[in-house]
Structures are given as structure tokens and as C-alpha cells.
């Protein structure tokens, strides 16, 4: 049975910064990996997919890797601001289900 | 930009009656699913659906759950007989294609939520 964990569960940093956000799994037989925005109260919203041929995938300040032989995705962020406070998931996919990690909730201040 | 749409937004029932929560999935999407996050924990897959058929169900899809795409355009969830423990955000999501398709197409859209409280 697949297990996520996200590290760290939560993180405020000034704006500016540049984050990591790292993600595990424990079955590497996937066929790729979301990370998602979780706003408060809201949906989730699609950030990056990785197919699980590729290494790393980009969009605009997100940079997404993927090691699926260890388990391990990671979510760099590049200059962080405020607008980017919010939980992110990540989720690799075997068959048609996505498994959620719990998430890491960023606060970011200006 | 295109969205998925759930109704109702909030729903308070009382424990043994019947819900059924409501989608409409993007347009020119082929798989649709139900995920479900009970408050403070992770978001869990429920079922997902393709062709008028359940492709894949959870073991939290019990009996007590069903799914039916009663025309062309709606997606529904049933919940028969709603226990304290079904209280949680549900989530509808949709997808033009899944694993194998190119990368654009696994991508999934989620909806807003509907939020289940059973009294």
C-alpha cells in the first residue's frame, strides 16, 4: 500500500526565500506524480505533473524533480511571496488513483 | 478557464439518511473520480469512473456508496445511509486521460468541495 509523507508539515518564511519541499513514497511502481495548491476552505489546484520517465518538470518559479527509484519528489519555489502561502500535496499515481501526502502549509510574509 | 462545478456547496443531514452530492465535470473530460477529505486529514481517493463504469474504488467505497452519470454532462455520488463518520469535504475531480496518455492529458481538475456534516 502506497505511503506519502511530506516534509516539513509546516513552514513561514519572509518573502523572498527560496523553499524546498520535499515529498516520499513508499511504492516507486508509479506511472507519475502531481503536486497540488490547497487554499483554505478550497479545491486543490494542479501544479506540475511528472510522468515518471521524466526528471524534473518546470512552471514559471515551481521546479518539480523526481528520484522514482528512492521514492523522493521535491518542489523548489523561487522567490516566494505572500501569494504563495498555502498547503501543497503532493500525489504520485498508480492506476487511476492519485495517494495524497498530508501536505506542508506554507506561510510566507511580506 | 474551464472548471468543475459541485453542488451543493454545504449539506447538513442526520445520520441514516440519504445525500447525493452532485458534479458536472469539464466538457470534453472522459474520467471522473471522488475524493473525500475529513477535516485535518489527508485527501483519500474514493473511485474513479470511465465509460459509464467504475475503473478503480477504494476500500472506503463501500456498499454504502454509489456513482452514476445519469446524462451526459452530471456526475453523482451517493451516499445511502450516512453514518457520523462521512463527514468530510468532497471532492470531484475529472481528467481528459490518465496514466499512459500524454502528460497534459493526466492531469486532474478538482472542484470546490461539497461539504458533508452528518448530525
Known amino acids: 500500500k502506497q505511503e506519502v509523507t511530506q516534509i516539513p508539515a509546516a513552514l513561514s518564511v519572509p518573502e523572498g526565500e527560496n523553499l524546498v519541499l520535499n515529498c516520499s513514497f513508499t511504492?516507486?511502481?508509479?506511472?507519475?506524480l502531481q503536486w497540488f495548491r490547497q487554499d483554505p476552505g478550497k479545491g486543490l489546484t494542479s501544479l506540475l505533473l511528472?510522468?515518471?520517465?521524466?526528471r524534473e518538470q518546470t512552471s514559471g518559479r515551481l521546479n518539480a524533480s523526481l528520484d522514482k527509484s528512492s521514492g523522493r519528489s521535491t518542489l523548489y519555489i523561487a522567490a516566494s511571496q505572500p501569494g504563495d502561502s498555502a498547503t501543497y500535496l503532493c500525489?504520485?499515481?498508480?492506476?487511476?488513483?492519485?495517494?495524497f501526502g498530508k501536505g506542508t502549509t506554507l506561510s510566507v510574509s511580506s | 478557464e474551464p472548471e468543475v462545478t459541485q453542488t451543493p456547496s454545504h449539506q447538513v443531514t442526520q445520520m441514516g439518511q440519504e445525500v447525493i452530492l452532485r458534479c458536472v465535470p469539464i466538457s470534453n473530460h472522459l474520467y471522473f473520480y471522488w475524493y473525500r477529505q475529513i477535516l485535518g486529514q489527508k485527501v483519500e481517493f474514493l473511485v474513479s469512473?470511465?465509460?459509464?463504469?467504475?475503473s478503480e474504488k477504494s476500500e472506503i467505497f463501500d456498499d454504502q456508496f454509489s456513482v452514476e452519470r445519469p446524462d451526459g454532462s452530471n456526475f453523482t455520488l451517493k451516499i445511502r445511509s450516512t453514518k457520523l463518520e462521512d463527514s468530510a469535504m468532497y471532492f470531484c475531480?475529472?481528467?481528459?486521460?490518465?496514466w499512459g496518455v500524454g502528460s497534459g492529458a493526466n492531469v486532474l481538475t478538482f472542484g470546490a468541495g461539497s461539504r458533508l456534516t452528518v448530525l
Open positions: 500525489a504520485p499515481q498508480a492506476g487511476t488513483a492519485l495517494i
Open positions: 469512473f470511465y465509460n459509464n463504469e467504475i
Open positions: 511504492d516507486s511502481a508509479i506511472y507519475n
Open positions: 475531480a475529472s481528467s481528459f486521460g490518465t
Open positions: 511528472i510522468q515518471s520517465s521524466q
